[in-house]
């Protein structure tokens, strides 16, 4: 099939000098460039400079605009019949359009021919480099050549078409806006994670972060089946799998890596009914890949390779990259900070990229600390996330997820769990969430009442992830405690 129609840029360009008016619709989207042929090219060019210009254009004066820029044409041809034969055929302003629109296919193709061959030529020129630079490279070069195909983009009214819409989705509700969790509480106040969005937690080393965000994968994967990538930068799939396989089956970790299963009669039925031996079939699109020694770049190319083979463009999936990495504070702490600000920046594009909700971790500072401190030393805000200002700005929902310290466990009761949720900044809504950020009064065993954030409280046990309620779940169980405590007991009979 040829790249190329000369008939259509013909009617491109004499559908324009007819309907002048069509050009603010088409003007964003059709460029000089995309036409092969050279007086087309320059006549277009001419044609819209003096539109925006609010010139008074017609078949004459433009080519001899033309002419007067001394421009000369292949086999000489004479500018003034040309214009005349190419517009003189009638075609009405929506035609016009629609032949803009398949001009602009017609370069996308050659566009895209072009890339191919540049891809090409980068292969044979990087044959002696290390193979995965040149495949991100590659995959680079195809992915912002693949995302410069959009069409059309403009200012739009806001509300234009704001009621019918409306309509359109009373009459066919859904439950959450994105990708639900498999946590009520959590899609109730936040609802689900949006495509092309970059999702932040953070958290202390070894305080339960990964067995969160491998927990939300898994179940994220079977509720909503979609394929899920887990890109882990610490650990092996060996020690995810187990992990894993230990919340699902609820045999502890150390009888399954060991083998000691066996001599446990009630872990034998648990591994053997299905509980651990069911988890491919009940789990097949979760795949895990180790990342620790690979630059953003190499993972934003094993991420395009996965998406394009087990997703495919436009279909709903969710990657997890555990975790963005910080270092302590010595010479090179600015250097790093901005590297990590980078990282973040990179991750947010490259949701928008795949069309996909990307989800990541960072670590607290020492101000979110939670051993050997009280409760009320704990920063639970940005001030604790070291790279903050980048997290924020890039990020459409950051939480906090920490342990709770043992005053919080006697304050909240243990039914609230062992973590909590903590929300930093979320840009969206869920069902119940007007008003689920302001601060909340609780009284704490000193007597007095303060203003406290709220949260969702969260119990891991054996690499199982449990939600618990809220702040008000747990103020409702303190003060169950409170009475049953403060009960007078019942006369005695005589």
Known sequence: MPLQSLQIEKHVIGGLIQNQDAIPEIEGFVKSSDFVAQPHSTIFSVLISSYLAKEHIDKVILAQKIKNLGIS????????????????????????????QELKKYSALRDLDTTLSIMKERVNRNANDNLLTTISEIDALYGQRMNSFEQGEEPQP?????????????????EETGISTPYREFNRLYGGFR???LYIFAARAKAGKS??????????????????????????????????GAAKSEVPLWYLKTGNWRKNPDYVRKVREGATKGLASKYPKVYHMAVGNKSIEEIASICRRWYLKFVGRGK????????????????????????????????KKLAEELYSPILTACQNNREGVVGGREASEIVDDERSIGISDRVTHFASGV?????????????????????????????????????????????????KRRYVKNFINFNIHNFKVEERGTIVDSIARQNAVHLVRDATPPEQPL
């Open 73 to 100: 044409f292949k086999d000489n041809i004479d500018i003034f019949n040309y214009i005349e034969a190419i517009s003189f055929a009638p075609i009405t302003k929506q035609a016009t359009i629609r032949a803009c």
């Open 158 to 174: 806001l509300f234009e078409g704001f009621y019918d819409e409306v309509e359109e989705r009373g009459n066919n509700p859904i």
């Open 195 to 197: 495509r092309k969005n």
């Open 316 to 347: 709903d999936c969710l990657i997890i990259y555990d975790y963005v990495k910080m270092v302590g504070n010595d010479e090179r702490a600015r250097k790093e900070y901005q590297e990590m600000g980078d990282k973040v920046d990179f991750l």
């Open 399 to 447: 939480w906090i997820f920490r342990r709770r310290t043992p005053e919080e466990v006697i304050l909240d009761t243990e039914e609230s769990g062992t973590h909590k949720l903590i929300e930093v900044v979320v840009r969206e809504q869920g069902r119940d969430a007007v008003g689920h950020n302001d601060a909340i009064a609780r009284t704490f065993p000193d007597g």
């Open 211 to 244: 067995t969160f965000l491998a927990e939300m994968g898994c179940e994220i994967s079977r509720i909503h089946d979609i394929p899920v990538l887990i890109l882990d930068t610490e650990m092996s799939r060996d020690e995810v799998k187990y992990r894993s």
